[in-house]
């Protein structure tokens, strides 16, 4: 990977290298793919937050999916949203990207100049993550998961509504609802949506990440760790599972259960049959198209990077409607595949 991005403004206070997202004058990573000195994280996803980097700057929520995540070890330092440091001259604070617990943009200010790199972000309030925040800045990276018109989430009331009339119904035909869901930030989402209709067993990997809400102080429905060995989930129990989970061993030791995807894939027709589960619900931890234009709309950046997902489309579309864009290469998401869940989405 290059510095040489075309259309980057020689202003930047970025640079996107090999090792990641790089800020200049202040010598420090976002989000590095690779083992680098310092490494500001924007949320614990694992594609975003990952092992061998010397030292750590989170958010305060961020820092126990942390070490749960990549060791008790590591050298973390946690600060709060709003709060500002000084890293080699360079003006640092953290803001809500409302993606999942801890997660923030991170705002670099340096001689008058300010760029803010998003990480992932929605604009749903999901109740769980701290709303965005949206931040003026003169050079903004975004996502673009899901920057296509097709992306339209519903409201989140709708959501649970949804999802809990799916339980009754198979309820009444003796099955078992069993979500897919990724296991930081979507299953927590899944737990509050059916909190009340039953007893809600989750996988080990959910469980362990549950740990970082109740250390966040953040409340999560009463729930039990799954385990099929011992015990068969019966028809008043909600299990919730991980993408990895789909078609294993596991599940087909729970006998008459109905599958749902819970993916913002979901919200094309076809993605639904994806290995034939019996439903889909597009529910999603990033912004739909509407909710990215708002964002970088509100930010006033001269400048916009699009990073992982739809970006030749929404680099194009958003240098027709006047706002200078230029496509970078990240690591950032690298599993995404239109129509497989099986990712934070």
Not at 44 to 70: F, N
Not at 112 to 138: F, N, W
Not at 261 to 277: E, L, N, P
């Amino acid at each position: 990977m290059s510095d040489q991005i075309p259309g980057i403004l020689p202003s930047s206070l970025l640079r996107f290298r090999p090792e990641g997202i790089y800020c200049v004058p202040g010598d420090f990573y976002i989000d590095p793919w690779l083992p680098v000195k310092r490494a500001v994280i924007t949320h614990g996803h694992s594609d975003h937050a990952r092992w061998g980097m010397g030292h750590y700057l989170c958010h305060i929520l961020s820092v126990p999916v942390l070490k749960i995540r990549l060791g008790e070890e590591i050298s973390v330092q946690g600060m709060a949203y709003g709060e500002t440091i000084d890293i080699n001259g360079v003006k640092v604070s953290l803001h809500p990207a409302g993606h999942i617990i801890g997660s923030a943009q991170v705002r670099m200010e340096y001689k008058g100049r300010v760029a803010v790199a998003s990480g992932d972000y929605k604009v749903q309030d999901d109740g769980l993550s701290t709303p965005i925040e949206i931040v003026r800045c003169h050079e903004f990276v975004t996502e673009s998961t899901f920057a296509l018109p097709i992306y339209n989430w519903t409201p989140v009331a709708q959501q649970q509504e949804q999802m809990r009339n799916w339980v009754l119904q198979n309820r009444e035909k003796g099955k078992i609802s069993v979500f897919v869901g990724y296991a930081l930030g979507k299953a927590q989402r899944i737990m509050r949506a059916l909190e009340g209709l039953g007893t809600l067993k989750v996988h080990y990997a959910i469980a362990r990440l549950n740990q970082a809400y109740a250390m966040a102080g953040v409340a999560l429905p009463e729930y039990e760790v799954l385990d099929v060995e011992t015990e068969k989930p019966l028809a008043e129990d909600i299990v919730i599972v991980p993408p990895a989970l789909v078609d294993s061993n596991l599940l087909r030791k729970i006998p008459n259960r109905a599958e749902a995807i819970c993916s913002g894939w979901m919200q094309v027709r076809g993605a639904r049959r994806w290995r034939a589960a019996d439903a889909g619900f597009a529910i999603s931890d990033h912004a739909d198209w509407q909710g990215l234009l708002d964002v970088i709309k509100g930010t006033g950046a001269e400048q916009v990077y699009v990073t992982h997902g739809q970006t030749a489309v929404f680099e194009k579309y958003l240098n027709e409607i006047g706002i200078q864009a230029a496509a970078v290469t990240t690591k950032f998401g690298e599993e995404e595949t239109p129509g497989t869940p099986a990712t934070d989405h």
